[in-house]
């Protein structure tokens, strides 16, 4: 369906009808038009931009990405930029901010209502990825001496405006958060009933400055349509809804698979991602891991002699270290991905290298039985080297399961990102280790 | 809070004090209580179960593990049985029923009562993963003739047993979906207006058996707070709500990290995941690529005669192949964490290709720079060697990031989960073109 509206549509840009393309873009969602507009060129956007339906306009400007929004801010005039930025709800209002530069900043802030101005403000100073910089300051506020039906009356009056009616906050004259009602406690309740009789007085919050991931598994844990978030003097400032947690949850999870892939993280979806950017956030890490390993290198300068002696020795390093590799990243995947859904703290150090140590003993056990028979079945009569690279094998099975189990734990202890600890990081470790043992265990058995 | 709670919980059941502990569960959630019960011993759970406040059991039960669930219900009476699955959501009793032993599931059945045994015997039917597998059948559905105030009426009146009462969904006499209405856009109504002017037509649904993952996409994009699901005569026959969508995408990413780590994926959390479970987990792919990596082993016995010639070389190799591996992890990660959020398509072959390979460019002649200077300072006077060194890591480089990022393009293009080609498929393919790679160019360059 999105296909072939935006195949029609992009006809209609063509043929530069934009009567009929105004009447088309009125049957769609907001979200979708921004799909649509992302893609077409920086001109056609702004004219397309300009024939939305008047009440559309801010919502699809929230949906579209933040390079395209930052081109149509500084294409329109001062007064176009006052209906946009004093129709967003504050948070979308001052992520925008975040992104455009600070001239742009100045002339967006200049055209906001004086109202609008303050709490952008406010919601700029909030540290990134904290509560307070994904909270919406749009949510009904209630007094607990209100019966239902004047709840009702309320809720009805304000709706339009706020991101969420569905859950209703109950404050004091200070603003202190006092309790929390749902709309469907009141569909239950009498209309007569007070709400300090119903509402919910055993609160879950969180505060300005708490973590974005802590306030997601909130939401996991408690199955939440939106949160309370609180000052430190437990006043209320905003509430966290549930739309932006989904957001939360998929970003936090991509920048999990970019750290772990040694990459520096990156919001912009791939496809929109400059081919310099892209570069840039990998290098770093590349060039560090490339000298770590360079060090393992230097750990082959020693057994040149074993090598020169027995050749055949050097074809079982890929093995060797790939194997190590793959072990390690095994188990520091599932402890990282355990730490960032809290189930795994790092009390949990001693049980966590316990079971790597028992798996790796079932693991590295099924490995080199199948390794020792295949190298007498390519080698026949050399059962001693069969058994050192098998031996070898298990101990770098073991070494690598044990040290990739503990390692994003230590990170963590040493307030690092555990993600760090991910597959690169461990292979190169694991890399450096397995030769080692692999040259001990040569020397001992095979070197005379 | 939890932590200070649960152990003086604990304490309470160790003193077998039953009367205090069942008035402190009462003032907890039932999140936190399934957390508390699911770390205790298996005798304790049955006799804490049994303590809970009546109209809490159903709900406590829906957050236990399902191994807990499994142990109580072995051990409760037919009557409580009864009373648990008629309480229970359609969905979480099909869950429950998924994951019990045959025997079991039938003396369940045959307590529940013939209404919910019929529906939860259609939920069983539908595939894993699919809409139908976590959708709910307690929703609200109203008639477009109702008016605002009829529907509110008949909201409060069923209110109590729905999951979801925000989003109202409007049927025609075959239960043919027609309508959604947000109980906001009540709210915003006059109590005298008729549904059908107001309700929304141009509907977003899914069919029972669209991927869970796809549900995900459209409540990421469109903001839901609710999803209808029809089946294939568009027939509403149940709703996906948000917090088991937020359920779905960490679970679904939680799977992504398993398989790209080359493990079966599982949804148990790792501390409660038994040794040889883990072990089975890991086997069947370290196998693979251990045997993939013996073959990549067996190119280098082709290259014998270099190394014995010129052993440095051979202290070079964990530096090629492990900045190979990285450079194609990072690039094949990209790739299907954005295929994962539906941001990159099959049809996207060309560009990706395209971009990796400029990407890999700019990278390449950086790290390969750097390369060339360290080799220098090293070896002093060995210019060939640092060139051939350096030149091979520029290749390998270039070819590893361009195959990283096709390789789940075209997984994909042959149905097979992208998420496959991750960091140690890549790594042991590339390690196999890297080695080949140098040794090619040794023999061009340095070999006489």
Chains 1, 2 share one sequence.
Request: with cysteine.
């Amino acid at each position: 369906m999105d296909i072939r509206n935006s195949t029609d549509l992009n006809q209609l840009v063509k043929e530069k009808n934009f009567k009929t393309l105004k009447h088309e873009l009125a049957k769609l969602r907001e979200a979708d038009i921004a799909s649509f507009m992302d893609d077409l060129s920086t001109e056609n956007v702004v004219i397309v931009f300009r024939s939305l339906p008047k009440d559309m306009g801010a919502q699809v400007f929230s949906y579209l990405s933040s390079d395209m929004q930052e081109h149509i801010v500084k294409s329109i005039t001062d007064q176009e930029i006052a209906s946009i930025i004093n129709e967003l709800f504050i948070d979308d209002a001052a992520d925008l901010l975040e992104e455009l530069p600070a001239s742009v900043v100045k002339r967006v802030l200049k055209n906001a209502s004086p109202e609008a101005r303050t709490l952008i403000n406010q919601f700029l100073q909030y540290p990134p990825d904290s509560a307070g910089s994904i909270m919406t300051a749009e949510f009904v506020d209630l007094k607990k001496t209100m019966t239902v039906r004047q709840a009702f009356d309320r809720i009805r009056k304000t709706a339009l405006d706020k991101e969420t009616v569905y859950t209703c906050y109950v404050i004091d004259a200070n603003r202190r958060l006092e309790g929390v009602i749902s709309v469907k406690r009141l569909f239950l309740a009498d209309d007569d009933t007070v709400l300090s009789d119903i509402m919910e007085t055993n609160i879950i919050s969180a505060t300005t400055t708490d973590d974005q991931e802590w306030v997601a598994q909130l939401f996991a844990k408690y199955d939440l349509l939106s949160l309370p978030v609180v000052d430190h003097e437990n006043r209320l400032v905003g509430i966290v809804t549930v739309d932006d947690v989904v957001e939360v949850i998929r970003q936090e999870a991509t920048e999990d698979f970019q750290k772990m892939a040694a990459m520096a993280p990156s919001e912009k979806p791939y496809l929109k991602t400059g081919v310099f950017s892209l570069a840039k956030n990998r290098i770093l890490w590349l060039m560090v891991l490339m000298i770590s390993a360079m060090l393992t290198g230097g750990v082959l300068t020693k057994y040149e002699q074993a090598f020169v002696a027995l050749p055949v020795l050097v074809t079982f390093i890929p093995m060797l270290t790939d194997t190590g590799g793959n072990a390690g990243s095994q188990s520091s995947t599932l402890v990282i991905r355990g730490m960032a859904l809290s189930e795994i703290t790092t009390r949990d150090f001693f049980p966590v290298l316990w079971k790597e140590f028992r798996v790796s003993l079932i693991v590295g056990a099924a490995l080199s039985a199948v390794n020792f028979l295949r190298l007498v079945l390519m080698y026949p009569g050399e059962y001693l080297m069969a058994l050192t690279v098998s031996l070898a094998l298990y101990a770098t099975v073991v070494m690598a399961k044990t040290i990739g189990g503990v390692l994003p734990l230590i990170a963590k202890f040493f307030n690092t990102d555990p993600a760090i600890m991910a597959s690169p990081v461990i292979t190169t470790i694991v890399d450096a280790c397995s030769l080692i043992i692999y040259f001990k265990i040569v020397e001992v058995m095979l070197m005379p």
